[in-house]
């Protein structure tokens, strides 16, 4: 691939060829217009692997094709949210009733794999070229490997994450996945490395990309959107820390991002809000900081609308004004009631979400109109796109990391440690936060619905509303905390008598892996 796009443009002899030698040549004589042409088709794209399309496995079926996908169908296996009107006649039904295609066989199993490796694949062709003489004292070639570390670091916890029980249940004493540093087709198969070995891999590959992000000159930048930086590498480092039980990494890491990006949503941005009538209503994307980056000062890495295919996929689903499956096919997601009740009357999260009156009739583009339930979410909820157009609606910016969810993992992390007033301090931020103008500022000990429950509990709680229905957090928080997902008592959920057991949210590692990879054995 560089050698066919790059050899003309460099004058390089023989034409259409360019030897490693050649390339190492060019990357470390300085020029930056060389490094650009030579590397930066793949370093520019690092940030596209881990939001872009997965290979097709389902024809049209989008949950499968894309990773935005991959989070909601997670969201589907958990216990607060609920979807559609029970006519089972919309996407994410078999997800939602718990028949997951967790078996090695599946069709739809291979999409977490082959995402990771995926993201693996890329990073270890950009890194092939950057080793440590070739890097040297260049600050783009050190930006450049940052990116290939975080990119390969995000693969492999992502695979862990699916493919592996918990590490605190269980987890660190069995096998982790096959551990590839290099790109090469024809290198030997490798077995499945020790879970505890996957894990040093992963935080190895952070904690240098964040040292050369820093040497790079890169840092934590201002522009949040679009952007791999030292903030983003420190993320992933406290969601892996968290992960494995390592608390004080996790505080660290939390603080670092803490230091350079403490702002939070208000409660103007927080949600849709209607600024027209309850006959025709109006939510604008343009103010709801969950739709559009601009608006959100907690983005800590987003993509704009239209950034790569699938980048709207997930606001479709999730808005119940939108033409899809989210709105108009009825698939609409839903709060479940036993988690609604619990959001204090003073926090103004609860008006994110509908509560116990129905909506009612709403005419969506093409003039069909369809009756919207209660407890439907307004967190994403907009009736046009953020380029003002209406059958457009969903369009919209995405997000996947945000300042709430490091003070989270922080105050659990603190909590974890034994250090139970740092943990109600962090939290106490959060709560101030999201407490109504002029009422008094909510804390992890006064919150009404908390009565009787431990501090980890509490802090557990906040987890659930606060991230509800992002990134398919809950799944993974469910499955690290040990927690079965039981629908019983819902007033909401359309099956009550289904249950989700820890040891199910652990799926099988895909045929495809068994079959090709002879010293890859099966994780069940």
Not at 360 to 378: A, C, E, M
Request: with cysteine.
């Amino acid at each position: 691939m560089i050698a066919v796009s790059c050899a003309e443009r460099l004058d390089l002899t023989p034409e259409n060829a360019i030897t490693d030698e050649q390339i190492k040549a060019l990357l470390t004589s300085g020029d930056e217009s060389k490094i650009e042409l030579v590397l930066g088709g793949i370093a520019n794209t690092v940030e596209s692997k881990i939001h872009q399309a997965v290979d097709n496995y389902g024809g049209a079926d989008t949950q499968v094709n894309y990773i935005l996908a991959h989070g909601h169908m997670f969201n589907l296996w958990g216990n607060d949210m609920a979807i559609g009107d029970g006519s089972y006649d919309y996407w994410g039904v078999p997800q939602y009733q718990f028949q997951i295609t967790s078996a090695t066989g599946g069709t739809q199993n291979r999409c977490w794999w082959d995402h990771g490796y995926g993201c693996v694949t890329q990073a270890n062709k950009l890194l092939n070229y950057l080793d440590d003489e070739t890097v040297g004292n260049n600050a783009k070639l050190k930006e450049y490997k940052a990116r290939g570390l975080v990119l390969r670091a995000w693969g492999y916890h992502y695979i862990m994450q699916v493919y592996q029980d918990a590490w605190l249940q269980g987890g660190s004493s069995k096998l982790g996945v096959p551990l590839y540093d290099r790109y090469d087709p024809g290198q030997p198969y490798r077995e499945r490395a020790t879970a505890q070995a996957t894990y040093d891999f992963i935080r190895n590959d952070l904690n240098e990309a964040i040292r050369l992000f820093n040497e790079s000159g890169v840092g934590y930048t201002t522009d949040k959107v679009n952007d791999l930086d030292a903030g983003v590498a420190s993320f992933l480092l406290a969601r892996v820390s968290l992960w494995t039980g390592n608390w004080q990494a996790a505080i660290a890491a939390c603080n670092d991002i803490l230091s350079r990006y403490p702002d939070l949503i208000d409660e103007a941005g927080y949600g849709g809000k209607n600024t027209g009538t309850q006959e025709e209503p109006v939510f604008l994307p343009e103010t709801n900081a969950f739709l559009n980056n601009a608006a959100n000062p907690e983005v800590i890495l987003g993509f704009p609308k239209g950034f790569v295919p699938g980048n709207t996929v997930y606001s479709l689903w999730m808005n119940i004004f939108s033409a899809g499956n989210g709105g108009l096919q009825r698939g609409y997601a839903r709060i479940d009631d036993r988690l609604y009740d619990r959001i204090a009357e003073s926090d103004f999260r609860r008006d994110a979400f509908l509560g116990a009156t129905p909506f009612g009739n709403y005419t969506y583009p093409g003039n069909q109109v369809i009756t919207i339930l209660s407890y439907v979410n307004l967190k994403f909820a907009a009736t046009q796109a953020l380029d003002g157009t209406r059958e457009q609606v969903g369009q919209n910016d995405f997000y996947y990391m945000r300042t709430s969810e490091v003070l989270l993992m922080k105050a659990e992390a603190q909590a974890q440690s034994g250090d139970e007033n740092g943990a109600r301090t962090t939290l106490n931020t959060l709560l101030a936060a999201r407490t109504r103008a002029g009422e008094t500022p909510l804390t992890i000990d006064t919150y009404p619905s908390t009565a009787g429950m431990s501090l980890l509990e509490r802090i557990q709680l906040q987890w659930r509303i606060e991230m509800w229905g992002e990134n398919g957090l809950e799944f993974y928080n469910n499955k690290r905390w040990g927690i079965t997902v039981s629908r019983k008592g819902s007033n909401v959920h359309w099956f009550t008598d289904r249950t989700l057991d820890v040891s199910d949210m652990t799926l099988e590692i895909p045929e495809n892996e068994l079959l090709y990879n002879p010293l890859c054995v099966p994780n069940k």
